[in-house]
Nanobody
Framework: QVQLVESGGGLVQAGGSLRLSCAASVRTFGTYAMGWFRQAPGKEREFVAALNWRGSSTEYADSVKGRFTISRDNAKSTAYLQMNSLKPEDTAVYYC????WGSGSYKEELYDYWGQGTRVTVSS
């Protein structure tokens, strides 16, 4: 069983930056693809970014390309989402997810483990 705990959310003004962290309670963290998803109020959860288990390939939603960067530190069993140039439409609860031996996909159903989420609010 893998437990994921997100942190780093908060309130930020438009144009600002935040870095989200996702700490995993597993020694084999390096074998997991990591994904970030978000759910805005009144909307379905959507894909944001993903990184394959090797750390060699990333995928981003069009809405965040060039602004968000996903990364990982296997020694710390932690994944990150650096969010720059934030916009009010980025306001959502952000979730990290893990998929062992995964390619880093936008498909939610491929992820076996999910965190509880961290809230990001971007004010205009």
């Amino acid at each position: 069983q893998v437990q994921l705990v997100e942190s780093g959310g908060g309130l930020v003004q438009a144009g600002g930056s935040l870095r989200l962290s996702c700490a995993a309670s597993v020694r084999t963290f390096g074998t997991y693809a990591m994904g970030w998803f978000r759910q805005a109020p009144g909307k379905e959860r959507e894909f944001v970014a993903a990184l394959n288990w090797r750390g060699s390939s990333t995928e981003y939603a069009d809405s965040v390309k060039g602004r968000f960067t996903i990364s990982r530190d296997n020694a710390k069993s932690t994944a990150y989402l650096q969010m720059n140039s934030l916009k009010p439409e980025d306001t959502a609860v952000y979730y990290c997810a893990a998929d062992q031996w995964g390619s880093g996909s936008y498909k939610e159903e491929l992820y076996d483990y999910w965190g509880q989420g961290t809230r990001v609010t971007v004010s205009s």
